[in-house]
């Protein structure tokens, strides 16, 4: 992904003078292009979701909430 081509940087870009604090200061889309790892080529992307999948698998609380979520829910 092109983070300059990408429709939702740029309808976020013509907010600069917007009153809404969200919009406020210079970083508010570099750290949506950071959020979503913009700066990484496809291999580095599909390499940093097996590890963020990874770790989620073998993270306790996402045991913890999968229950909760299956004795609240149903949902396993």
């Known amino acids: 992904l092109i983070p300059d081509s990408h429709p939702e940087f740029s309808r976020f870009s013509r907010f600069p ?3 809404l604090p969200c919009f406020h200061g210079s970083s508010t889309i570099r750290h949506l292009k950071e959020r979503f790892h913009m700066n990484l080529t ?12 990874d770790g989620s698998m073998r993270s306790i609380t996402t045991k913890l909430y999968d ?9 396993m």
């Open 17 to 19: 003078g917007s009153q």
């Open 42 to 53: 496809e291999e580095q992307l599909q390499l940093l979701v097996e590890q963020m999948v």
């Open 67 to 75: 229950g909760f979520q299956y004795l609240t829910n149903g949902i």
